[in-house]
């Protein structure tokens, strides 16, 4: 019995001294590496007993945020607070109350940019274009790390009946300043429409969302007979919903791969497409304002072969967000959008170089007659001739 305390002994012994050495040299090896945000908790102990002023943890918080955030060079990396949360994940769903832009952040020149204005949004009726920089709206100035301030202004919330204000945007174009002035709408970001011209169904898509990507299949489902070809025109389409892109190339593609991702960590994801039933000759338009999901289909027809590209070189926006709540379980922290993944056709291109069309034609402007549009006649042409 006693043998049996003595050996029971040994090992609490034994355990406690191994216990010991690992807590020591966990100890040891911690301590050669500083706290990432030591300095920062610092800086707060130091304003917290020593400042005379008056101070709000939060905003000083959000604050820091926002410098992280920025230091990142991640033109399109965004926080937001509770209510620009809820604000953001109401633009996914394609509608919101604002002047319809696509915008980001632009680091390099200190200012918020314009990717692309939506089809007869207030934004594009008052002739905002792509590559325009916001310098100040209603007279505030922002800058390229006030991105999420100046879209909820431009939005209107916390505006008593924001929809029948007058707003002035003070934009730079060229190196000069202009100024627009414009009322907030309801805005409907992803609007399909078409019609069939000489045989050849016409079909232009805004943005891309699962609402728009359902109508834009049952377009093609429904096609007559008698249709020849078809022409995709996605000018002025910023991009949108990701696996809507996805679904739009599985729609003209069989077996092939679509595109693929690379994320952090190097590991590549593969889209292959499974049902391309629609055979008929396609030709895509884009511009200069065609970028992200946009990029992803017409980059994707193009390498497969399955498609003419007509147009102006298109915007080069080669990566994907995610928008992610700090705290699933609490809202009220807030929300990050961030890069995180790179884009690429499925020859290997980095849609971040753009994709440049087979047959170029530049500075279209979409009219309200299509068929005098330089662009949709080139396709039109083309199809024809291939046929």
Not at 75 to 85: G, L, P
Not at 166 to 181: A, D, F, S
Not at 348 to 376: H, Q, Y
Request: proline residues 2%; contains cysteine.
């Amino acid at each position: 019995m006693k043998e049996s305390k003595k050996i029971l002994l040994a090992v609490i012994i034994t355990f406690l001294i191994t216990l010991s050495v690992c807590a020591f040299v966990g100890y040891m090896y911690v301590s050669q590496y500083d706290y990432p945000f030591e300095k920062l908790e610092k800086v707060m102990s130091v304003i917290e007993n020593s400042y005379v002023g008056e101070y709000s943890f939060e905003e000083c918080e959000e604050g820091a945020i926002n410098g992280l955030i920025e230091s990142l060079g991640d033109n399109y990396a965004v926080y937001y607070n509770e209510e620009t949360a809820k604000e953001t994940f109401q633009m996914i769903e394609g509608y919101y109350i604002g002047i319809g832009v696509e915008v980001f952040a632009n680091m390099e020149k200190g200012y918020i940019e314009v990717i692309s204005a939506f089809e007869d949004s207030p934004a594009d009726k008052a002739g905002i274009i792509n590559g325009d920089l916001i310098k100040a709206v209603d007279g505030t100035e922002y800058d390229s790390t006030q991105l999420a301030e100046a879209v909820l202004y431009m939005k209107g919330t916390n505006i008593e009946d924001p929809l029948n204000k007058v707003m002035k945007i003070t934009l730079i174009r060229g190196g000069e300043e202009l100024t627009v002035e414009l009322k907030r709408e309801q805005i409907d970001m992803y609007k399909v429409s078409h019609e069939v011209i000489d045989n050849i169904c016409y079909i232009r898509y805004s943005g891309f969302s699962i609402e728009s990507y359902e109508v834009f299949k049952n377009i093609i489902k429904n096609l007559d007979s008698d249709v020849e070809g078809i022409v995709i025109d996605l000018r002025n389409n910023p991009g949108g919903e990701f696996g809507s892109s996805i679904n739009m190339c599985n729609l003209f593609i069989d077996g092939d791969l679509i595109m693929y991702t690379v994320d952090k960590s190097g590991e590549k994801r593969e889209y292959f497409a499974t049902n391309g039933s629609c055979e008929l000759p396609l030709a895509v338009l884009v511009n200069g304002s065609s970028a992200s999901a946009s990029e992803i289909v017409a980059g994707s027809l193009q390498a497969n072969g399955r498609a003419i590209i007509v147009g102006e070189k298109t915007y080069g926006k080669g990566v994907s967000q995610s928008v992610m709540y700090l705290n699933p379980y609490d809202q009220s922290e807030g929300a990050l959008k961030l890069t995180t993944c790179k884009n690429y056709t499925p020859d290997g291109k980095w849609i971040n170089e753009a994709i440049t069309p087979d047959i170029i034609v530049e500075n279209t402007v979409i009219g309200n007659d299509i068929r005098s549009d330089a662009a949709f006649i080139e396709a039109v042409k083309s199809l024809k001739k291939d046929k």
